[in-house]
Structure formats: structure tokens, C-alpha cells
């Protein structure tokens, strides 16, 4: 399931429902899909995945879901995890929107990752992750998918 602030609880159906309609309320705007997900481990990992539909210069929209997992320590896992989780969506949301002849639509992979901390040593191998599904990736400062909206999610 996932939560829209405005909607509620939605399905993966009614999600893809509120993005095509959105989408085709303004068609000649220009839109991105942006796609990140953060955690926080204390009793156990959170999880939270966001998806942010934006009509570029005009606001957005946006869902998130959680997800509950053993503790993860180690930094390199929970990124990797992170990312998977991302990629999840994408690909779910992908197909879901070509059924509803939605394609083109330009995707973000939003990784919480940056160049100054402690994650810097693995960007290179979490972008490529991204990459290598044809997507595009993006990191702090510039991924606030992750490091923004699902971030005030996980506590």
C-alpha cells in the first residue's frame, strides 16, 4: 500500500491512476517521475519509498509506502537495499504506466548518497546500479526524493 498525504491509502492501481490523471490534466506541460527511499534502523530497519510526480515549475504530487526489515548495520547494504527498493518501483510503475499509454515519461532514481560523509565511497557503485537499469540517478544535494520526502517519513 501506499499513503498520499491528500488521498490516503492507495493501491499500487489507484496510485497509477491519480498519476495518469494528473499527468493528463496538464499534457502539454513537461513532467518528471522521481523515485527515492530512506531509512532509519533502531528497532529494526524503516523503510520509506517516495514517489514524487512533478509538473516541472507548476508543484507535484506525491505517495510514499513503508517498509519494515530486520536491522541492517552495515552501510553499504542498507544503501544497496535502499536503491533495490527504488529500482522496485520503478519498474513496477513502468509497466503499470505504458497499460495506461503513459510512456516517456522521464524517471529519477534519487539516492541517498552524497559527496561529503560517509557515502561518498559508494556513489559510484550505487549510481551504477541505477545506470545500468537505464535510469537516471541523482545524488545529495540534488536527491530529495530520498533525502527530503521519504526521509520525514522513517522516524
Not at 520503478?90 to 515519461?105: E, I, M, S
Request: glycine share 8%.
Amino acid at each position: 500500500m501506499f499513503v498520499s498525504p491528500t488521498r490516503g491509502e492507495l493501491t499500487l492501481e489507484a496510485l497509477v491512476s491519480d498519476i495518469v490523471g494528473y499527468v493528463r490534466t496538464e499534457k502539454s506541460a513537461e513532467y518528471r517521475l522521481l523515485i527515492g527511499t530512506d531509512s532509519h534502523t533502531k528497532q529494526g530497519t524503516h523503510m520509506v519509498t517516495a514517489i514524487i510526480i512533478q509538473r516541472v515549475g507548476k508543484g507535484a504530487r506525491y505517495f510514499y509506502r513503508h517498509s519494515h526489515h530486520l536491522s541492517m548495520r552495515s552501510l553499504r547494504q542498507k544503501l544497496f537495499y535502499e536503491t533495490s527498493l527504488s529500482l522496485d518501483v520503478v519498474f513496477a510503475l513502468r509497466d503499470k504506466l505504458a497499460k495506461n499509454f503513459l510512456v516517456g515519461l522521464k524517471m529519477e532514481i534519487h539516492v541517498d548518497a552524497g559527496y561529503v560523509g560517509p557515502t561518498r565511497d559508494l556513489i559510484r557503485e550505487v549510481v551504477g546500479m541505477v545506470v545500468a537499469n537505464g535510469l537516471v540517478a541523482k545524488v545529495k544535494p540534488n536527491s530529495f526524493a530520498a533525502s527530503a520526502v521519504a526521509d520525514r517519513f522513517t522516524k
